[in-house]
């Protein structure tokens, strides 16, 4: 009689992971079929992270003082880079009687114009 029971209990198993298999669609490559909603979300993320690429999202600023008779770190760096280094490095020096500054071009993490101390630290700061 056990032995029935556990024969009829395999069968029923059996029976029940073939319905499974048959009732969960599948692509040619072995991977379940996700619904059409979610194809469509992963390829908007998938333009998303495409168009974030250009984003400014990688920046750093350095303080520092530009003349030895001057305190305060009132002079700046800011590199404001896309995740392939290109982009834009402000430079603002600060003096007793003017302030001045200066946007340079950067591509690929480097500058074509020459760069000080504190505008190469900016932009190495940056680097992700």
């Avoid at 395999?10 to 669609?25: D, G, M």
């Avoid at 020096?93 to 003017?98: A, K, L, T």
């Amino acid at each position: 009689m056990e032995f029935l029971a556990v024969a009829v209990a395999v069968v029923a198993l059996l029976v029940a992971l073939v319905a499974v298999r048959r009732s969960t669609p599948r692509t040619g490559d072995g991977v379940e079929a996700l619904p059409e909603d979610v194809c469509g979300l992963r390829q908007e993320v998938a333009a998303l992270r495409a168009e974030g690429t250009d984003a400014l999202r990688h920046l750093a600023v350095v303080r520092f003082d530009a003349f030895g008779d001057m305190g305060g770190h009132l002079s700046w760096s800011l590199a404001l880079l896309d995740d392939g280094g290109h982009g834009v490095l402000l430079t603002s020096i600060h003096g007793r009687s003017e302030a001045r500054t200066y946007a340079k071009s950067v591509t690929g993490w480097t500058s074509d114009q020459q760069l000080s101390p504190e505008e190469l630290e900016a932009i190495q700061r940056a680097r992700p």
